[in-house]
């Protein structure tokens, strides 16, 4: 089954009236099947949360076409695919799991299966001991996580992360892959970018890669090692 389907994705950005704009996508194309752990890699500026960002329409393509599940996104949506943010905002004064409900609530989930689920997600992030600790309190490391429980607390079909490994230090890295092996165990759906190879290896079936916003690659991870 198909999870993510996306053609011909085109985004320019124009910063300044007398320069040219920047074509941040061209023609982007891929698709996702169920059970896939998708990796999204290229260098920074590449174009990476651009795409990620016009898939949930944070911002908007100038043309082309995305469906998830076979339909154009939706507010149904919402609950069945997870998002972690490049930069996710954290209301610090909310303690983690004050924060957990937040984003339940706002995808309309039924509050009496949120105490067995926050519970879950909280052990798979190794944060159980901090649910009732300020976010102003948490390390860069623990809010990472948090922003990773965050993107899973519905119990997603769908789940997309952007750089989840960034600006962590050997430690908070070993953590975040613990969380992407019990994902991948888990068989759930994911499209992960990261501006590193080495990130991709151990989890990725399939890789897009993507370069001064031409995806230049889209397929399984074996076939990369074959063509370079
Ligand atoms: P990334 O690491 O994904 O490239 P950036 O730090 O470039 O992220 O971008 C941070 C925010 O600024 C994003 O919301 C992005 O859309 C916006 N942004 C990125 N590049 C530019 C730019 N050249 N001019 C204006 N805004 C930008
Ligand atoms: P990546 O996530 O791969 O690091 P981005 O998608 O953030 O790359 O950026 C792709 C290109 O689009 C870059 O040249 C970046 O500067 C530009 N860009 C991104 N967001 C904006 C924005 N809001 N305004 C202007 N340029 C932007």
């Not at 949930?56 to 943010?85: C, Q, T, Y």
Request: aromatic share 10%; with cysteine.
């Amino acid at each position: 089954m198909t999870i993510l389907e996306v053609r011909k994705l085109n985004k320019k950005f124009r910063t300044d009236f007398y320069k040219r704009p920047t074509q941040a996508l061209k023609d982007v194309s891929f698709s996702i099947e169920r059970g896939r752990f998708v990796g999204f890699i290229g260098p920074n500026g590449a174009g990476k949360s651009t795409t990620i960002k016009c898939l949930l329409e944070l911002i908007f393509a100038d043309s082309g076409e995305v469906l998830f599940f076979g339909e154009k996104f939706n507010l149904r949506h919402k609950a069945k695919i997870g998002f972690l943010p490049e930069r996710p905002f954290f209301q610090e004064f909310l303690t983690g799991q004050e924060f957990l409900k937040l984003h339940w609530d706002l995808a309309q989930m039924p509050r009496k299966d949120f105490p067995k689920r926050v519970e879950e997600v909280l052990q798979l992030v190794k944060l159980a001991h901090a649910k009732d600790k300020k976010l102003k309190e948490y390390s860069k490391g623990m809010l990472q996580r948090i922003g990773i429980a965050q993107a899973l607390i519905c119990a997603p079909e769908f789940l997309i992360l952007d750089e989840p490994m960034s600006g962590l230090d050997p430690d908070g890295r070993i953590l975040i892959k613990q969380i992407l092996r019990a994902l991948k165990e888990q068989k759930t759906t994911v499209l992960m970018s990261t501006h590193l190879l080495e990130d991709v290896e151990e989890f990725c079936d399939d890789l897009l890669v993507i370069h001064s916003g031409v995806l230049e690659y889209s397929g399984e991870v074996k076939g990369l090692q074959k063509n370079y």
